[in-house]
């Protein structure tokens, strides 16, 4: 087989414990979701020969290798917040299908709430105050006041909503309520979401991501491996990623996310457009995340995110675009770097085993195109795939 002519395929997807975990470790918790993995691929771990990690260690991926009883030829420890697993996922579909790896790990594992619970660290109000973060620090800002900031820039430019806002919340909880997996699951309405309290202008507490225990992992093999393997193959089509800025002084325009790159690469390298795509898993840090970028992967024009998602489109359940069908990190889980969750249900999904909140194609069979969607960072980053199902 011609060096990068070799298929992809996600061969195996888990998650670890996830919501309140308590007497666990992070190392822990990527032992967990990797051994599910494996057994849900029904691949032997002498056969991988592969791992990504990022988020643990002082010698990420090394240290969770060893724990992991690996000893990988082709490693990746690319580390840019939310967006990092799909950019992950690009790199190793690329090793892949070069001929450089065969079977590549992506493991996550967090004990972000239970580390603060015990005081063993505290929130996340920003991310340092160092290299060009120096000229930002004396302001004040912290991560959630950057995307408070773009959210108000877009209200300002289109005329968009803090109710339009809300109902992404609402609707992510709307997604939980048939997962059985998802840390909170009771409904909520637009105004038990402006009633919370303030975190930053516009967000108030259900704008904003949980804050959650848990882990993840995904297995990718070559075409060659997937015979080997128990699991129905979902084919990684298209990938792309960018990065735009990290001083919000040098981030030309507050509405537009650099998932407008990255998702234009991965549809174009997929062959697919937008109006192909059966469901998105997008990164929903907060409310506006997930607006715009609907809009920047194509979904619905410029401005129009608010209007989009206001007319009730990301139900799972019936809607025109099923959104973040397990609640998101608005509703489900959010243990830090989340956007490994993204691809495991995407894979859920395509392969029919999400339950109650499968989704179907427009001529009510299983979904056939998805697409997931990361971004990191105050939208510093984002990685963009697109997978599918024979």
């Known amino acids: 087989m011609e060096p990068g002519s ?24 990527h032992a967990q979701a990797a051994r599910r993995a494996l057994a849900d691929a029904g ?81 996340t109000l920003s991310f340092g105050a160092r290299g060009p973060l120096q000229f930002e620090a004396p302001y004040g800002h912290t991560l959630i006041s950057k995307y408070a900031m773009a959210a108000r820039r877009h209200m300002i430019e289109y005329g968009t909503t803090v109710e339009q806002l809300a109902q992404v919340a609402v609707q992510a909880r709307a997604n939980a309520a048939l997962n059985p997996e998802a840390m909170y699951r009771a409904p909520i309405t637009v105004d038990d979401v402006a009633s919370g309290p303030v975190i930053a202008d516009p967000f108030t507490k259900l704008h904003c991501c949980l804050r959650s225990d848990g882990g993840a992992a995904v297995l990718l093999a070559a075409e060659e491996y997937v015979r080997d393997c128990r699991t129905t ?24 996310s650099p998932a407008a790159v990255s998702g234009r690469l991965a549809f174009a390298r997929a062959g697919v457009t937008p109006s192909d795509i059966d469901f998105a898993e997008i990164y929903d840090a907060f409310t506006y995340m997930t607006l715009v970028t609907l809009e920047d992967l194509g979904f619905c024009a410029k401005g129009e995110g608010g209007a989009f998602v206001d007319k009730g489109r990301l139900l799972a359940r019936g809607g025109e675009l099923p959104v973040n069908t397990d609640g998101g990190g608005l509703s489900a889980q959010h243990p830090g770097m989340r956007g490994l969750f993204l691809l495991v249900e995407a894979v859920r999904q395509l392969r029919g085993e999400a339950g109650e909140r499968q989704v179907r194609a427009r001529d009510g069979g299983l979904p056939r195109l998805g697409v997931a969607s990361g971004t990191g960072g105050w939208f510093c980053s984002s990685g963009t795939v697109v997978l599918g199902r024979d």
Do not use: Q
């Not at 724990?67 to 090793?95: N, Q």
């Not at 979902?234 to 537009?256: K, N, Q, R, Y």
């Open 233 to 256: 193959p979902v084919w990684i089509l298209g990938t792309g990623e960018h990065v735009s800025h990290a001083a919000m002084s040098e981030w030309p325009d507050f509405t537009l």
């Open 43 to 123: 691949l032997d771990r002498a056969r991988v020969d592969g791992l990504a990690s990022a988020g643990l260690g002082t010698l990420a991926p090394v240290e969770v290798a060893e724990y992991l009883g690996l000893r990988p030829t082709w490693v990746d420890s690319t580390s840019v917040g939310g967006s990092t697993w799909e950019v992950m996922a690009a790199h190793a579909a690329d090793a892949i299908a070069a001929g450089h790896a065969n079977a590549v790990l992506l493991v996550y594992g967090s004990t972000a709430r239970a580390d603060i619970k015990a005081g063993r660290r505290t929130g």
């Open 6 to 29: 070799r298929k992809v395929a996600v061969v195996g997807v888990s998650l670890a414990d996830c919501g309140r975990v308590t007497g666990a470790t992070p190392y822990t918790l």
